[in-house]
């Protein structure tokens, strides 16, 4: 029967180039790792709950890294998701580092999406947005929502990839809480909306509204002059 904590332990010893062996016994797995598998991980062979192997994947990183094997940058969890006009969303680019994929895999699998989903899913879910790296190089990628995201990472697959789905719709579900206790965005699209349809009525009133006509004044006339211009005649 699969264990997902050893399958994670053993991705992550062969990702650093570590040696390892597997010891089975008792209740526990002893993994031994290291050049002369100087170095003892022990691991339970039913894992208790769903959380078990990040649990796992966090020690076992943490020991190759205090053991000098390998050095691991954990990203922040605001870094998943963040919060676009008042909606939460992700960039492909970290989509790509944290599921450990190419981020022109990434790409492809999401130009995939794009051409089967309809273009009103495509409009709502994916928006198209430009990164640069460390060397100044420009490239495309997208910004996505939880049901852009969704789709796109549905095919990932792996204990690493589960568990990277799993933070990332908690993070979605947090900040989608969050957005919906700090603002309301149904009102303020209603407002925009009644808002534009009175500039649009003003603007057709102008149009319609003739411009004032100019009146020409007669010039005033002395009687007087006006005798003597009719005796001249």
């Not at 050049?35 to 959380?51: F, G, M």
């Amino acid at each position: 029967m699969s264990n997902p904590c050893l399958d994670v332990v053993e991705e992550e010893l062969t990702a650093a180039g570590v040696s390892y062996c597997v010891e089975h016994g008792g209740k526990h797995l002893h993994i031994h790792f290291g050049e002369d598998h100087q170095h003892l991980h022990v691991i339970a062979k039913t894992p208790s709950d769903w959380r078990a192997p990040l649990n796992e994947r966090a020690l076992i990183r943490r020991s190759l890294a205090q053991l000098g094997y390998r050095h691991f940058e954990q990203p922040p969890a605001q870094a998943l998701v963040s919060l676009t006009d008042g909606e939460p969303t992700c960039a492909s680019y970290h989509v790509a580092d944290h599921f450990s994929k190419a981020h022109k895999d990434v790409l492809r699998a999401i130009d995939r999406v794009r051409e089967e989903c309809g273009q009103e899913f495509d409009r709502r879910n994916f928006t198209p947005i430009d990164y640069v790296d460390g060397k100044g190089r420009t490239y495309r990628a997208y910004c996505m929502t939880k049901d852009g995201f969704t789709l796109v990472v549905m095919g990932f697959t792996g204990s690493s990839a589960t568990e990277w789905k799993v933070r990332y719709i908690e993070e979605f579900n947090r900040l989608s809480g969050q957005a919906k206790s700090l603002t309301p965005t149904a009102e303020i699209s209603l407002l925009r909306s009644e808002l534009d349809t009175v500039v649009g009525l003003l603007g057709d009133l102008e149009g319609r509204i003739a411009p004032p006509q100019r009146v020409r004044k007669t010039p005033f006339v002395r009687p007087s002059v006006l005798r003597r211009m009719r005796r001249m005649a």
